[in-house]
């Protein structure tokens, strides 16, 4: 079977199991667990095997035209280079070890056929993003990836927090696809061809009018997409659905693809100074604003989903100085770690019956009642802190590296105020990301206080896909070496500068977290009221969606707690309110957006009701009276009728004498 064929089985095969799925969901579920499972594992195989056979070589392409547009033609192509080769492969392992754990994480949930589907539909879409060699073709995987979120970030529907996220994260990064649309289709336009290599021949050229003014309209799309501000108000609350769908959406698929689209369309971005000025720029602000709104969240999932911002926020960075190797390689190494964090968080939420911090934190023994996930997490926040030799030391130093390579060559294609940028924002962000982290794990597994709760061993879907995932969590970091001869060939090497001063941050966040946790006043023996609703008989994701509900109800907030022992409130002071809450980001949205928006509809709907309602109703009414009067007028009676007419004939004969004489006398 060639290299080729395989491919296309990559993305094909997750999207015939998601049919399968959804035909035999309610008429054969026996049959829905193995669809769910066995076509997204051969997916990652086969995404292996492709992986293998390209080698990091030259990409490997194919293609036949779609259909005839009679201007820019589109054509259903494949090109797997070292990158999308790669991601695939992160793309498949993260996406079937979400299968394997949601098959006891919703065992017992009625609507699992459709959530199976569903994420498999959404790992289809993701690697057609991945493989495709047309933006077109692109863009189906982007859009079916935005209408799979929908569903399964409002999969606990009964919530109202679910249902809300399900819409904001639909309406944000429609927003963000607007303009991302006029761009794509300014781009083509303008290169004559939706095929990413004759765009990217068309940029090398010089041939592309306007590159700033396209950039940033595919930026907004990236945004969106990616979770970067402005648009990344939605990722937080996405929290409200599965864990599983969380890690898929933050490891591999959805907020990847904006980060990788940059990646493959890197040179259009560097041909515009501006553009990539603006890259880093919105990079330095998400990373630090999502390193410290981190610090300040007690839903251990909503620590996650800011974290997630921040690292895709040296993602973007790394582009903006021009280095899509470190990039990808903090994309695939953040895939990893980033996936045991959801996962260990499922068994962690399940094993306290809450997602609340605050909660946890006056629990003890938890790490004895959830082993694995313990010792996988302690690995994934290692990693997430960039503590040497884990993965994300590697890939975060290799964007540090870049952008001190950026900042220092002022000769280079990149502006120096953009290496200064990322360096100085990413240097900032190791030392807050080390911070959460330390908070993180103090307060989930140093708690004080009662027992936490015994639901005896977890499933073993559950917890060992953790240790699958912790293994390149450790080692893949170790890789450095191999991998530029299957980027650019650019050195991802640390160097002794910014690895003393990336640890040095790393180290000086995590010891002043834990002083500061130390300094707290001891927690109290029990839990804040209905912060904990355990249900050791049910599935791990009833213990979640109770959690969900229950914590606004016992904290007045879904992001926060007034815990005077959490370290976070100590480091941030009169800050930690604000970055509790996203910095009001959302409100000023409301201020700007959402109530001018409601206003104009109350006017339309009021203009409608009381003005154009009105004059058909009025009509009708008028045509109804005039029809009741002429109705009195019809009684049956002959009689009536001719003194009736005889009544009008003399009217008519005296208005006609009255005339007569009024014209003769004039």
């Given at each position: 079977m060639?290299?080729t064929t395989?491919?296309v089985l990559?993305?094909l095969?997750?999207?015939?199991?998601?049919?399968?799925?959804?035909l035999?969901?309610?008429t054969?579920?026996?049959?829905?667990?193995?669809?769910?499972?066995?076509p997204?594992?051969?997916?990652?195989?086969?995404a292996?095997?492709v992986?293998?056979?390209q080698?990091?070589?030259?990409?490997?392409?194919?293609?036949?035209e779609l259909?005839?547009t009679g201007?820019?033609?589109?054509d259903?192509a494949?090109?797997?280079?070292?990158f999308?080769?790669?991601v695939?492969?992160?793309?498949?392992v993260v996406?079937?070890?979400v299968?394997?754990?949601?098959?006891?994480?919703l065992?017992d949930?009625?609507?699992?056929p459709?959530?199976?589907a569903?994420?498999?539909l959404f790992t289809s879409?993701?690697?057609?993003?991945?493989?495709?060699?047309?933006?077109?073709?692109?863009l189906?995987g982007?859009?079916?990836m935005g209408?799979?979120s929908?569903?399964?970030?409002g999969?606990?529907?009964e919530?109202?927090?679910?249902?809300a996220?399900?819409l904001?994260?639909?309406l944000?990064?429609?927003?963000?696809?607007v303009?991302?649309?006029i761009?794509?289709f300014?781009?083509a336009s303008?290169?004559?061809t939706?095929?990413?290599?004759?765009?990217?021949?068309a940029?090398?050229?010089?041939?592309i009018e306007h590159?700033?003014?396209?950039?940033?309209l595919?930026l907004?799309?990236v945004a969106g997409?990616?979770?970067?501000?402005?648009?990344?108000t939605?990722l937080?609350?996405a929290m409200a659905?599965p864990t599983?769908?969380s890690?898929?959406i933050?490891a591999?698929?959805?907020?990847?693809?904006?980060?990788?689209?940059?990646a493959?369309?890197?040179?259009?971005?560097?041909?515009s100074?501006?553009a990539?000025?603006?890259?880093?720029?919105?990079?330095?602000?998400?990373m630090?604003g999502?390193?410290?709104?981190?610090l300040?969240q007690?839903d251990?999932k909503?620590?996650?989903?800011y974290?997630?911002?921040?690292?895709l926020?040296y993602?973007?960075?790394a582009?903006a100085?021009?280095d899509?190797?470190?990039a990808?390689?903090?994309?695939?190494?953040?895939?990893a770690f980033?996936a045991?964090?959801f996962?260990?968080?499922?068994v962690?939420i399940?094993?306290?019956g809450?997602?609340s911090l605050a909660?946890?934190?006056r629990?003890?023994g938890?790490a004895?009642?959830?082993?694995?996930?313990?010792w996988?997490?302690?690995v994934?926040?290692?990693a997430?802190?960039a503590?040497?030799?884990?993965?994300g030391f590697?890939?975060?130093e290799?964007?540090?590296?870049a952008a001190?390579?950026?900042?220092?060559?002022?000769?280079g294609?990149?502006p120096?105020?953009?290496?200064?940028?990322?360096l100085?924002?990413?240097?900032?962000?190791?030392?807050l990301?080390?911070?959460?982290?330390?908070?993180?794990?103090?307060?989930?597994?140093?708690?004080r206080?009662?027992?936490a709760?015994?639901?005896?061993?977890q499933p073993?879907?559950?917890?060992?896909?953790?240790?699958?995932?912790?293994?390149?969590s450790?080692?893949?970091?170790l890789?450095?070496g191999?991998l530029?001869?299957?980027?650019?060939g650019r050195?991802l090497?640390?160097t002794?500068t910014?690895a003393?001063?990336?640890?040095?941050a790393a180290l000086?966040g995590g010891?002043?977290?834990?002083?500061?946790w130390?300094?707290?006043?001891?927690?109290a023996?029990?839990?804040p009221a209905?912060?904990?609703?355990a249900?050791p008989?049910e599935?791990?994701?009833v213990?979640?969606?109770a959690?969900?509900?229950s914590?606004?109800?016992?904290?007045?907030s879904?992001?926060?707690?007034?815990d005077?022992?959490?370290p976070?409130?100590?480091?941030?002071?009169?800050?930690?309110r604000?970055?509790?809450e996203?910095?009001?980001?959302?409100a000023?949205?409301?201020a700007?957006?959402?109530?001018p928006?409601?206003?104009?509809?109350?006017l339309?709907?009021f203009?409608?009701?009381?003005?154009?309602?009105?004059?058909?109703?009025?009509?009708?009414?008028?045509a109804r009276l005039l029809?009741?009067?002429v109705?009195?007028a019809q009684?049956g009676?002959?009689q009536?009728?001719l003194?009736?007419?005889?009544?009008?004939?003399?009217?008519?004969a005296v208005?006609?004498?009255?005339?007569?004489?009024t014209n003769a006398?004039?």
């Amino acid at each position: 079977m060639t290299t080729t064929t395989l491919a296309v089985l990559v993305p094909l095969l997750p999207f015939l199991g998601a049919v399968a799925g959804l035909l035999l969901g309610r008429t054969a579920p026996g049959f829905v667990r193995p669809l769910a499972v066995l076509p997204t594992l051969a997916a990652a195989g086969l995404a292996v095997a492709v992986a293998v056979r390209q080698g990091g070589g030259p990409a490997v392409e194919a293609s036949t035209e779609l259909t005839p547009t009679g201007s820019v033609p589109v054509d259903l192509a494949l090109y797997v280079d070292g990158f999308a080769a790669l991601v695939a492969v992160l793309v498949g392992v993260v996406a079937a070890c979400v299968q394997i754990y949601s098959t006891a994480y919703l065992r017992d949930d009625p609507r699992y056929p459709s959530y199976a589907a569903l994420v498999s539909l959404f790992t289809s879409a993701m690697l057609l993003v991945v493989y495709s060699g047309d933006l077109m073709v692109l863009l189906v995987g982007w859009e079916v990836m935005g209408i799979c979120s929908y569903f399964l970030v409002g999969h606990y529907w009964e919530t109202p927090e679910a249902r809300a996220a399900s819409l904001k994260a639909f309406l944000v990064t429609k927003l963000g696809d607007v303009p991302f649309l006029i761009g794509l289709f300014a781009l083509a336009s303008a290169a004559g061809t939706f095929r990413i290599t004759g765009v990217l021949g068309a940029v090398a050229a010089g041939t592309i009018e306007h590159p700033t003014l396209i950039a940033l309209l595919l930026l907004a799309g990236v945004a969106g997409k990616s979770a970067q501000f402005p648009l990344h108000t939605w990722l937080p609350d996405a929290m409200a659905g599965p864990t599983p769908v969380s890690a898929l959406i933050h490891a591999a698929t959805m907020v990847a693809a904006g980060v990788y689209l940059v990646a493959r369309l890197l040179p259009l971005f560097a041909a515009s100074a501006a553009a990539m000025t603006v890259l880093a720029a919105m990079a330095a602000v998400t990373m630090v604003g999502s390193g410290l709104a981190a610090l300040a969240q007690d839903d251990i999932k909503r620590v996650l989903a800011y974290s997630t911002i921040g690292q895709l926020g040296y993602m973007t960075g790394a582009l903006a100085v021009g280095d899509r190797g470190a990039a990808v390689f903090h994309l695939l190494s953040h895939g990893a770690f980033k996936a045991v964090l959801f996962l260990a968080a499922g068994v962690v939420i399940h094993a306290a019956g809450t997602n609340s911090l605050a909660a946890m934190s006056r629990m003890s023994g938890l790490a004895r009642r959830v082993p694995d996930a313990f010792w996988t997490m302690t690995v994934a926040l290692l990693a997430l802190a960039a503590i040497p030799p884990f993965a994300g030391f590697f890939s975060k130093e290799a964007v540090l590296v870049a952008a001190e390579h950026a900042a220092l060559d002022g000769s280079g294609a990149v502006p120096a105020a953009a290496g200064w940028t990322v360096l100085v924002a990413g240097l900032a962000t190791a030392l807050l990301t080390a911070a959460y982290a330390a908070r993180l794990w103090l307060r989930t597994f140093r708690g004080r206080g009662a027992e936490a709760p015994d639901h005896g061993r977890q499933p073993l879907a559950m917890t060992s896909v953790l240790w699958v995932l912790a293994v390149p969590s450790l080692a893949f970091g170790l890789a450095y070496g191999a991998l530029p001869g299957w980027f650019d060939g650019r050195a991802l090497t640390p160097t002794l500068t910014t690895a003393v001063l990336g640890t040095g941050a790393a180290l000086v966040g995590g010891l002043v977290t834990y002083a500061a946790w130390r300094h707290a006043t001891a927690p109290a023996a029990r839990p804040p009221a209905g912060a904990v609703a355990a249900h050791p008989g049910e599935a791990p994701a009833v213990s979640e969606a109770a959690a969900i509900a229950s914590h606004a109800p016992a904290h007045g907030s879904v992001s926060a707690a007034a815990d005077p022992t959490d370290p976070g409130r100590l480091l941030l002071g009169p800050l930690h309110r604000s970055a509790a809450e996203g910095f009001r980001v959302d409100a000023l949205y409301s201020a700007l957006f959402v109530r001018p928006v409601r206003a104009g509809a109350r006017l339309v709907s009021f203009l409608d009701r009381e003005v154009v309602d009105a004059y058909v109703r009025g009509s009708g009414t008028g045509a109804r009276l005039l029809g009741a009067a002429v109705r009195r007028a019809q009684t049956g009676n002959v009689q009536t009728y001719l003194g009736a007419l005889l009544a009008g004939s003399v009217a008519v004969a005296v208005l006609a004498v009255v005339l007569s004489h009024t014209n003769a006398g004039s």
